[in-house]
Protein backbone atom coordinates (compact mmCIF):
# COMPACT_ATOMS: atom_id res chain seq x y z
CA UNK A 1 0.00 0.00 0.00
CA UNK A 2 2.55 2.56 0.97
CA UNK A 3 4.64 2.19 -2.07
CA UNK A 4 1.62 2.69 -4.38
CA UNK A 5 0.93 5.84 -2.77
CA UNK A 6 4.87 7.07 -2.83
CA UNK A 7 4.75 6.45 -6.27
CA UNK A 8 2.13 9.80 -6.53
CA UNK A 9 3.96 12.10 -3.59
CA UNK A 10 7.69 11.13 -3.84
CA UNK A 11 8.30 13.41 -6.88
CA UNK A 12 6.29 16.60 -4.82
CA UNK A 13 8.79 15.65 -1.78
CA UNK A 14 6.20 14.30 0.52
CA UNK A 15 7.38 11.30 2.47
CA UNK A 16 5.04 8.55 3.13
CA UNK A 17 5.88 5.97 6.33
CA UNK A 18 3.62 4.08 9.03
CA UNK A 19 4.12 3.97 12.56
CA UNK A 20 2.08 1.04 14.15
CA UNK A 21 1.59 1.36 17.69
CA UNK A 22 0.73 -1.94 19.61
CA UNK A 23 -0.84 -1.77 23.12
CA UNK A 24 -0.10 1.93 24.80
CA UNK A 25 0.42 2.46 28.66
CA UNK A 26 -2.55 4.26 29.55
CA UNK A 27 -5.22 4.81 32.30
CA UNK A 28 -7.51 3.11 30.11
CA UNK A 29 -5.02 -0.48 30.54
CA UNK A 30 -6.01 -0.36 34.36
CA UNK A 31 -10.15 -0.77 33.11
CA UNK A 32 -8.84 -4.24 31.39
CA UNK A 33 -10.06 -7.59 32.56
CA UNK A 34 -7.23 -10.32 33.86
CA UNK A 35 -7.69 -12.03 31.18
CA UNK A 36 -7.65 -8.91 28.63
CA UNK A 37 -4.49 -7.95 30.25
CA UNK A 38 -3.06 -11.58 30.02
CA UNK A 39 -1.01 -11.72 26.61
CA UNK A 40 -0.22 -7.82 27.79
CA UNK A 41 1.74 -8.76 30.63
CA UNK A 42 4.52 -10.84 28.70
CA UNK A 43 5.45 -8.08 27.12
CA UNK A 44 6.00 -4.54 27.03
CA UNK A 45 3.52 -1.84 26.82
CA UNK A 46 4.83 1.29 24.80
CA UNK A 47 4.40 4.34 26.50
CA UNK A 48 2.47 7.01 24.98
CA UNK A 49 5.88 9.55 24.77
CA UNK A 50 7.45 6.00 23.01
CA UNK A 51 5.35 6.62 19.97
CA UNK A 52 5.12 10.53 19.70
CA UNK A 53 9.09 10.17 19.84
CA UNK A 54 8.86 7.61 16.77
CA UNK A 55 6.88 9.96 14.80
CA UNK A 56 8.84 13.05 15.80
CA UNK A 57 11.90 11.69 14.08
CA UNK A 58 9.97 10.76 11.01
CA UNK A 59 8.80 14.32 10.69
CA UNK A 60 12.55 15.80 11.71
CA UNK A 61 14.98 16.29 8.53
CA UNK A 62 17.54 13.75 10.10
CA UNK A 63 14.97 11.20 8.63
CA UNK A 64 14.61 12.94 5.24
CA UNK A 65 15.91 9.50 3.27
CA UNK A 66 13.34 7.55 5.01
CA UNK A 67 10.61 6.84 3.06
CA UNK A 68 8.04 3.56 2.62
CA UNK A 69 8.99 2.29 6.02
CA UNK A 70 6.94 0.82 8.69
CA UNK A 71 7.52 1.40 12.26
CA UNK A 72 5.96 -1.11 14.37
CA UNK A 73 6.07 0.94 18.32
CA UNK A 74 4.73 -2.36 19.83
CA UNK A 75 7.58 -3.43 22.57
CA UNK A 76 7.46 -6.67 20.67
CA UNK A 77 3.78 -7.44 20.98
CA UNK A 78 2.33 -7.25 17.55
CA UNK A 79 5.86 -8.17 15.91
Do not use: W
Amino acid sequence: MLGRLRLGTLPRGIRINEVEPGVIGTPMIGHASEDEMQPINARIAAQPREVATAVAFLLADDASCITDAHFAVDGGFLT
